[in-house]
């Protein structure tokens, strides 16, 4: 067994302006990662986290609630629990299936397959056009971390993982938590089934999110009100290889809950 230590660092990046939609996101990281004192160069084991909020904002995925017309469920509702008619609109929009639409909670699924409240669509932190302008999630996550991860490997010559996240609320359990929403360059899974564990019990279940871990690690660096949407990850060291957000979306079948 080994003595050596295990560390694993998470750097929020500095210098990230405001992000509008048409920005070129991928410049704007690179510039922050020169900025930011001990990143570079990049380390074998590193892996970027790009929070979906600023991915949104750079792809265009946002809605100017002026623009909507509520209908009269979504306006019923609304007015029921104290919501904003219009936002709950393009929730209803947007939404592939309806979950849950009780208590004031709206919990939704949507086209990638992610079931969360209120279709991961947001009206925090969204810049100047805040209480009238939403984002949605990316149209593609996987495709948005691929196109970071290949400008950044233009740039610096290294290639690094890179995980698009955002916050999640979890079933039996209060609070939010970070989950990755799209992946490019590792495996979002690491699957240690049929391996011994430290007492040399072979393990039939255990398999680690790890896209997830990372996303989480990173927003408590990152935080809700700092304004620094990316981090590095140093020492991670994930599964690497060509995975996709899919792999970790629960197939229906296996749903109990459903």
Do not use: Y
């Amino acid at each position: 067994m080994s003595t050596e230590p295990v560390r694993v660092e998470v750097i929020a990046l500095a210098g990230l302006p405001e992000v509008r939609p048409g920005d070129d996101l991928e410049a704007m990281i690179g510039d922050a990662l020169e900025a930011t004192e001990g990143v570079l160069p990049v380390q074998p084991g590193d892996v970027l986290v790009v929070t979906q909020k600023i991915v949104s904002k750079a792809e265009g995925a946002v809605v100017d609630l002026r623009t909507v017309t509520p209908s009269a469920r979504a306006m019923e509702w609304a007015d029921e629990w104290g919501r904003d008619a219009r936002q709950i609109e393009v929730v209803l929009q947007q939404a592939r299936r309806i979950v849950r639409m009780e208590r004031g909670v709206l919990i939704t699924e949507t086209h990638h397959g992610f079931v969360c409240a209120n279709g991961g669509i947001d009206a925090s932190n969204v810049g100047p056009g805040s209480g009238d302008v939403v984002t949605l999630l990316p149209v593609d996550p996987d495709a948005s971390a691929a196109r970071i991860r290949t400008a950044l490997r233009s740039r610096f010559g290294a290639d690094i993982p890179v995980i698009v996240s955002d916050s999640f609320g979890r079933p039996w359990r209060w609070g939010i938590v970070d989950v990755a929403l799209g992946v490019s360059g590792l495996l979002p899974l690491e699957d240690l089934r049929g391996q011994p564990d430290a007492d040399g019990r072979v393990m039939r279940t255990t398999v680690r999110a790890v896209a997830d871990e990372l996303a989480s690690a990173a927003e408590l660096a990152l935080g809700k009100t700092a304004a620094r949407p990316v981090a590095l990850v140093r020492g991670a060291n994930p599964p690497l290889g060509e995975g996709t957000i899919g792999d970790l979306v629960m197939a229906p079948e296996n749903d109990l809950f459903r």
